[in-house]
């Protein structure tokens, strides 16, 4: 690493001799790239953490495709007339599609939906039942006849709990049906029980990922009702719209709020620390000084307290803006684990500048010229801060290779950060500090023989007390570490929408379905749909613990081929002589009066015949029949367990023929994700870990330096793990992605003890607390403010890489000053030491 700091050693000269000129290209370049830096966006869609080669974000996609992604917007209208509520709704409607987007030249609302034509279905029911269903009617109605003709025997005789298991059976299979009636058969106006609630649903035409798009709807919706005066339709009317559409819109505008405030906590967080370190460690210095040397008052010093982050702080921004600059002609966008990446390298990156600077202010007081200070700044701790620098970034870098997005996109742009950040403090920032030189904002003079450096302290206190201590600990938490458990609870690290969920419980009682969070098979004909439909069940059938609620196909319901509608005529007519039986004929029973209406059908429907609100969820773009297999969940896919074993269960369906399909849903999508964020967090931690080793191995030649390099980080990792289990800390799908970062960014307060250390020699570990330790201790905390920004966010998933990584970075800093200087003393004491 000497080799590489010497050959580049011109570049910092050259620094001293053009200021202007390194200063002003730097500017030039970074004014460029801002440019694009500015474009990116934020893409919250979990499937963008996928690669596109995975077969379920394929699916996917080919859904969308297929069948399109209208969000809806809904509006709920409550009044105690129900009247007054369809009056408003009507008039609502008609206003809401004469709504003209003037900026993008379209309407903004494309349809909507309402009344629902339910005369032929009541009348048709039947036919759209599959012929399981059928099958099972035809046996409830059986018993039925049976249990009549029984009731009605004169010489009655007791035998009713044989009947008993097969009478639940039978009311089971009519439930079954009951619930699949209720949802093909809805009633006419989407309303709930006492008809005094109303919910519409209207279909924008711009997409959900445009911000501006929906702020304007919104906005402009808002403004409608308003004109309308619901009031006016009746007293107590209440109108509110939004649903999820406007819960995707408070997500987005949560994140960049999130992403504005974390930066604006850790960045006036960082700036306070740093100046007020460097302010006081210039004015002391300075007090050091000869009296006849010191021409400036105290508050000569406070007007310049500014310098150091103009020092620091440039060329920290000018690496940003060069960083995002490079994301967004690499990746185009960021997802919401980078998203808040802009705050985390600025405490990151300012670590490097404080080292150099803190560094140069020493050598400034013990007397070197500017340039010498400089250039022996350089060389002193410019290969620590390489072999930290690369070493974080390497590890970082490692992450690229990962196949779940959340990890490569975050070791790219970090690593490439951390990169840019060490160029710029190392070959910009002597051009600021030469210019503040020559016009006389840096106060510096040399320290008086009589200031020297005194060594207060010879041997580090308590070493051995400490070690014991360190020890048992690690010991402990190496016992405990299987207790370290995982977030599987999706709900547990989302934001909460208190509007959104206001809006579901004022909205609760319309059209509410157990069904829910649906996966989609695309068949390529309809003899595939059959055979997916047949082996999903099987798998149902087959599994005592299936995560398969039910299974259903259009082509079960509307018949493709001629020989199956037949059949199903056929099971109608034996369903109609079974309700005209004389044991049935003369029954007042709801459920037999409901099959009397629906069993009318005497030929096939044709498509034109079926309202549109049941055609809309099976047809394509193009308006065609689709050929997919939709499969219900039996369990809530908020937790990751039951999403695994639901793509477990369904992911894949391969046929006789060796076809092979793939479902596709955002739950099947978060399922993959977490399947392989877990299969490969250990590989990239290993891997991580790995290498830095070998940049530890390389950069000090010594396998023991090495070793004594690496303990803060070690150490420190398991204290990590200790408080988290003290504390119930766990890991989840966010935070993951940082423990590879703290292993880059935890190396470097090992690398600085141990390198300064080597150039200091024996006895002399207080001086190098005392020197590099005020640098790590500085640097670590600019790092933890950086992350603590997150502690402040309102996303919880954010908020636990905020928690995980400043507890992270404070061990290992935690231990690099206490356990590291330590075991060096215990080893100084037993002349163990070798350089």
Not at 227 to 235: T, V
Not at 477 to 488: A, G, P, R, S
Not at 596 to 610: D, K, N, W
Not at 743 to 766: F, M, P, Q, T
């Amino acid at each position: 690493m000497q080799k590489i700091v010497h050959f580049l050693r011109p570049l910092v000269e050259f620094n001293y001799r053009h200021p202007l000129i390194v200063l002003g290209t730097a500017i030039v370049l970074a004014v460029f790239a801002a440019n694009y830096a500015l474009k990116l966006q934020i893409d919250t869609d979990i499937a963008s953490l996928l690669p596109d080669s995975n077969e379920n974000v394929q699916a996917l996609k080919e859904l969308q495709e297929t069948v399109g992604g209208e969000t809806v917007m809904e509006v709920a209208i409550r009044s105690s007339s129900f009247e007054a509520n369809r009056e408003f709704a009507d008039v609502l409607i008609e206003r809401s599609l004469e709504l003209y987007d003037l900026r993008r030249d379209r309407p903004y609302i494309n349809r909507a939906e309402f009344r629902r034509d339910t005369e032929v279905l009541q009348d048709n029911a039947l036919y759209l039942a599959t012929e399981t269903e059928l099958q099972e009617i035809i046996e409830y109605l059986e018993e039925e006849i049976d249990r009549a003709r029984f009731e009605a025997n004169p010489f009655l005789v007791d035998f009713e709990d044989d009947f008993e298991d097969e009478v639940e059976e039978e009311s089971r299979d009519m439930e079954r049906f009951r619930q699949a009636y209720d949802e093909m058969v809805p009633s006419e106006y989407p309303v709930n029980q006492d008809s005094t609630l109303m919910v519409l649903r209207m279909f924008p035409s711009g997409s959900q990922s445009d911000i501006g798009y929906l702020e304007d709807l919104f906005e402009v919706y808002e403004t409608l009702i308003a004109e309308l005066d619901p009031a006016s339709y009746h007293p107590d009317m209440e109108v509110r719209f939004g649903g999820r559409l406007k819960r995707h819109l408070n997500e987005l505008e949560s994140i960049m709020d999130d992403v504005f405030n974390s930066f604006a906590t850790g960045f006036s967080s960082v700036i306070l620390l740093v100046m007020s370190y460097f302010f006081i460690k210039k004015y002391l210095n300075y007090r050091r000084g000869r009296r006849e040397d010191r021409q400036y008052r105290f508050w000569n010093h406070l007007l310049r307290a500014p310098v150091p982050i103009l020092v620091i702080g440039i060329p920290l921004l000018i690496s940003l803006v060069w960083t995002f600059g490079i994301t967004y002609w690499m990746l185009g966008t960021l997802n919401t684990m980078t998203s808040v990446l802009f705050v985390i390298l600025f405490g990151l990156g300012i670590d490097y500048g404080i080292h150099y600077y803190a560094r140069y202010i020493e050598l400034r007081s013990d007397g070197d010229p500017v340039l010498d200070a400089l250039v022996n700044a350089y060389e002193r701790t410019g290969s620590a801060i390489m072999v930290s620098a690369i070493t974080t970034a390497s590890a970082l870098f490692v992450l690229v290779f990962a196949d779940f997005r959340g990890f490569s996109e975050f070791g790219f742009i970090s690593g490439t950060g951390i990169l840019l950040a060490l160029f710029c403090m190392l070959f910009i920032m002597p051009s600021l500090l030469t210019l503040f030189e020559r016009m006389n904002l840096i106060l510096l003079i040399k320290r008086s023989d009589e200031n020297g450096k005194a060594k207060l302290i010879k041997r580090y206190p308590f070493s051995l007390a400490i070690v014991s201590v360190s020890i048992v600990i690690t010991a402990i938490v190496l016992f405990n570490v299987n207790k370290l458990e995982f977030e599987y609870e999706f709900g547990q690290l989302e934001p909460e929408f208190p509007e959104y969920q206001e809006f579901r419980e004022f909205t609760r009682g319309v059209d509410e379905s157990e069904r829910r969070n649906p996966a989609y098979i695309i068949a390529d004909n309809d003899e595939d749909v059959f055979e997916i439909v047949e082996i999903i069940r099987e798998r149902k059938e087959s599994n005592p613990d299936t995560k398969i609620q039910d299974v259903e196909a259009l082509q079960e319901r509307i018949p493709p081929y001629e020989e199956m509608s037949q059949r199903k005529l056929d099971y109608i007519t034996q369903i109609r002589l079974l309700l005209q039986n004389p044991f049935l004929a003369d029954q007042e029973d709801e459920n037999l009066d409901l099959l009397r209406r629906a069993s009318q059908s005497t030929e096939a429907l044709e498509l034109e015949e079926i309202p549109d609100f049941i055609l809309n969820r099976f047809l394509t773009r193009e308006g065609e029949l689709g050929r997919f297999v939709i499969i219900y969940p039996a369990a809530g896919m908020s937790d990751g367990r039951n999403s695994m074993a639901f793509k477990d269960e369904i992911g894949e369906v391969e046929l006789e023929s060796g076809k092979v399909y793939h479902a596709g849903s955002t739950s099947i999508v978060a399922a993959a994700m977490l399947n392989l964020m877990i299969e490969e967090s250990p590989y990239m931690v290993t891997a991580t870990f790995v290498i830095v080793l070998l940049f530890m191995l390389y950069a000090f030649r010594s396998f023991r330096w090495m070793m004594m390099a690496m303990i803060p980080l070690v150490v420190g990792f398991l204290f990590l793990f200790g408080i988290m289990m003290i504390f119930g800390l766990k890991f989840n799908f966010y935070n993951l992605v940082v423990l590879p970062a703290i292993l880059g960014i935890g190396c470097d307060n090992g690398v600085h003890i141990a390198h300064r250390y080597r150039d200091e020699g024996k006895n002399s570990v207080w001086d190098v607390l005392s020197s590099t330790g005020q640098h790590i201790t500085i640097g670590s905390f600019t790092t933890m403010l950086g992350f603590a920004g997150l502690l402040f966010t309102q996303h919880p998933g954010l908020q636990s890489i905020g928690i995980l990584a400043v507890i992270g970075i404070g061990m290992t800093l935690f231990t690099a000053l206490t356990f590291l200087p330590s075991m060096i003393q215990l080893l100084e004491d037993k002349d163990w030491i070798r350089f």
